[in-house]
Each structure stands twice: as structure tokens, then as C-alpha cells.
């Protein structure tokens, strides 16, 4: 008798990780389709003047560059993120600055880097470089990686995990 009670509360559980589990795959495809569009994580930041050249990361860190929501990115649309570094010289003080950064996007999927459309982003970037008194802008773009893919790759092994363990 103890045998039986014992398999019903296996099968109970079973049963109960079986529904957590795809409750995160849910969760995680719903979260998927939101994007936040615009967002900048700044990766790099490295400040010379004088010789000397400091960490400038933790800085910047400060300033709140993705607290935006999430926009719907669905259809036929993908939640990108673009890495690339920019360097420039600050005519105010003789210094130079490099930067690295993230930058989430919704745009059409499938969409690849080509030097055009760094060309863009670079324009883009360079007037208002120009415009905070910065000369000697230069751009090296990464490439578009799908944002999220993390988030929803550590769902789908949550997923398997529960079902190879609890069946």
C-alpha cells in the first residue's frame, strides 16, 4: 500500500514539472516576440587623455539607456542585437574615447550586415559624435545576432531536462 501512495505522488510530480516546464517554453516564445527597440548596452569604454587611459564602463553604466519597454516585434519581424566599437577624438580636451556597444533592434528577419547598412548606422552615429565636439570618428560594425536566443535556448534546455528527468 505504501508502494502505491508512493507512485501516485511520483506521478503528481512528474505531472506538475511536466506543466512548469512548458509554462517557461511559453513564457519564453511570448517573450520572444517583445523587443526593446532601441536599447544600447554599452560593452566597452576606454577614455585617453594625458597618456593615461581609464575604464570608463562602470561610468556610463550609470545612465539608463534601455529603460524603454518592449515593443511587439512580430510577424515579420526579429528582435536583433548589432555589436560594434566606435573610436573618436575629443577636440575639447585632447582626448579620445573608444566605445563598444549593443544595439537592439526590430527589424525584418533574416536581415544580414552589409557594408551599407553599417554605412548607416555609422552616419548616424557620426553626426551626433560631431555635434558633442568629437573629430576623427571611425565605426567597425559586428554583426545581427538574434536578441533573446539565450533566454529561449535556456527554456528549451529547462524543457528537455524536466522531460528526460520525470519520464
Same mark, same amino acid.
Given at each position: 500500500?505504501?508502494?502505491?501512495?508512493?507512485?501516485?505522488?511520483?506521478?503528481?510530480?512528474?505531472?506538475?514539472?511536466?506543466?512548469?516546464?512548458?509554462?517557461?517554453?511559453?513564457?519564453?516564445?511570448?517573450?520572444?516576440?517583445?523587443?526593446?527597440?532601441?536599447?544600447? +548596452?554599452? /560593452? =566597452?569604454?576606454?577614455?585617453?587623455?594625458?597618456?593615461?587611459?581609464? *575604464?570608463?564602463?562602470?561610468?556610463?553604466? !550609470?545612465? $539608463?539607456?534601455?529603460?524603454?519597454?518592449?515593443?511587439?516585434?512580430?510577424?515579420?519581424?526579429?528582435?536583433?542585437?548589432?555589436?560594434?566599437?566606435?573610436?573618436?577624438?575629443?577636440?575639447?580636451?585632447?582626448?579620445?574615447?573608444?566605445?563598444?556597444?549593443?544595439?537592439?533592434?526590430?527589424?525584418? +528577419?533574416? /536581415? =544580414?550586415?552589409?557594408?551599407?547598412?553599417?554605412?548607416?548606422?555609422? *552616419?548616424?552615429?557620426?553626426?551626433?559624435? !560631431?555635434? $558633442?565636439?568629437?573629430?576623427?570618428?571611425?565605426?567597425?560594425?559586428?554583426?545581427?545576432?538574434?536578441?533573446?536566443?539565450?533566454?529561449?535556448?535556456?527554456?528549451?534546455?529547462?524543457?528537455?531536462?524536466?522531460?528526460?528527468?520525470?519520464?
Amino acid at each position: 500500500e505504501e508502494a502505491v501512495v508512493s507512485t501516485q505522488s511520483t506521478g503528481e510530480i512528474r505531472l506538475a514539472m511536466y506543466k512548469l516546464a512548458v509554462l517557461f517554453a511559453v513564457l519564453a516564445a511570448a517573450n520572444a516576440a517583445k523587443c526593446k527597440h532601441g536599447c544600447s +548596452k554599452l /560593452t =566597452k569604454c576606454k577614455q585617453t587623455a594625458g597618456g593615461k587611459t581609464v *575604464d570608463c564602463k562602470d561610468e556610463l553604466n !550609470k545612465f $539608463a539607456l534601455c529603460n524603454m519597454a518592449s515593443i511587439d516585434c512580430s510577424g515579420g519581424n526579429a528582435c536583433y542585437s548589432l555589436d560594434y566599437t566606435m573610436s573618436a577624438d575629443y577636440t575639447m580636451s585632447a582626448a579620445s574615447v573608444v566605445l563598444g556597444m549593443d544595439q537592439i533592434m526590430c527589424i525584418p +528577419k533574416g /536581415t =544580414k550586415m552589409t557594408n551599407d547598412l553599417c554605412e548607416t548606422v555609422e *552616419d548616424a552615429l557620426e553626426g551626433g559624435m !560631431k555635434d $558633442a565636439g568629437y573629430t576623427n570618428f571611425q565605426m567597425k560594425c559586428g554583426s545581427f545576432k538574434k536578441a533573446g536566443a539565450v533566454q529561449l535556448g535556456y527554456s528549451a534546455l529547462l524543457v528537455t531536462a524536466m522531460y528526460v528527468l520525470f519520464n
